[in-house]
């Protein structure tokens, strides 16, 4: 049970590997075309975990609460990602979560940014079930597959 008087699911991701991390910087462009430099800074997900919680309501209050606590438990926000305040729902192909973008320093020093999706239970089911086609929609080739 949580806190927040339900049971929610902490799902982790592998680390995005390097092949995909090259993918995106190539995505984000060049300096001339007004990227931030470094583009590598751009990169705000390379390690991920999914919080799957059982009603909206629910995935505020981890919102929230990350927000509160997050600084306190070495988990500050750096950024959200609101996918349900889009007006567009066809650029995720109809999919929404809020993504919450937080920075972990290490005792050695080596800071990195994680995402956190938080999802509903059914979103995260389809979620599940559409990341094949995601992987192909992405990929600039045959071979990228």
């Known amino acids: 049970e949580s806190r927040f008087g339900t049971k929610f699911g902490v799902y982790r ?3 995005k590997t390097k092949a995909r991390m090259r993918e995106k910087l190539v995505s984000y462009g060049s300096a001339d075309a007004g990227a931030e430099l470094p583009l590598a800074a751009n990169i ?3 390690v991920r975990a999914s919080v799957v919680c059982t009603c909206p309501d629910e995935m505020l209050q981890v919102a929230e609460w990350l927000l509160e606590e997050g ?3 070495g988990l500050p926000v750096v950024r959200i990602k609101n996918k349900f305040a889009l007006p567009d729902a066809t650029e995720y192909d109809g999919y929404r979560d809020l993504m919450v973008c937080v920075l972990y320093e290490g005792s050695n020093g ?6 956190i999706q938080i999802h509903a239970h059914g979103l995260h089911n389809l979620k599940l079930q559409m990341h094949k086609l995601y992987k192909v929609k992405r990929a600039a080739s045959a071979n990228a597959i």
């Open 13 to 15: 991701a592998p680390v």
């Open 44 to 46: 705000l997900d390379p």
């Open 71 to 73: 600084p306190a438990v």
């Open 110 to 115: 080596l800071a990195v940014i994680a995402e």
